[in-house]
């Protein structure tokens, strides 16, 4: 190989332009402005299971603790929920848990929400921050007319 030959692969070896590497960088840039947001979209939704579990169990202990002491309570510590800070959060901690006495009193009536915590990634599923049950079975936002439950 004369001199000639190694100049002209060593000008070829050099690497990536700067054009090359600014036109990778904004594609991915832009790839990912689009899918990041739908991404995050469908963590949110996945997690909105938190609140139906948290919901279900809280109604079910409620109905045994009716069974038991012929009345309702607002008692979420008798009720075995998690507790962070003094408050009743649902098993992972993205909804806050309440029960408040329904219609009729809380002796014959309750209903239980679960709100999005405060600056938790739930906090942003504009859609479905909140859900409630109450003795009859009731949920809303309602099932047929929601694609939150």
């Not at 000008?11 to 840039?29: D, M």
């Not at 003094?86 to 098993?91: E, R, Y």
């Amino acid at each position: 190989m004369n001199r000639n030959e190694i100049a002209a692969m060593n000008h070829h070896a050099r690497g990536f332009s700067l054009v090359e590497i600014v036109t990778v960088v904004a594609i991915i840039a832009i790839l990912s402005a689009i899918a990041y947001p739908s991404f995050m979209q469908s963590v949110r939704k996945s997690k909105r299971t938190d609140a139906y579990t948290a919901l279900v169990r809280t109604a079910s202990n409620l109905e045994r603790f009716f069974g038991t002491n012929g009345t309702y309570t607002t008692d979420t510590t008798a009720l075995g929920l998690k507790q962070i800070s003094g408050t009743a959060h649902s098993d992972d901690g993205h909804y806050v848990i309440t029960i408040v006495a329904g219609a009729t009193g809380i002796g014959s009536s309750y209903v239980v929400s679960a709100n999005a915590a405060a600056g938790d990634i739930q906090a942003d599923d504009t859609d479905c921050t909140s859900f409630t049950i109450d003795s009859i079975g009731r949920r809303t936002p309602d099932p047929t007319d929601s694609r939150c439950w």
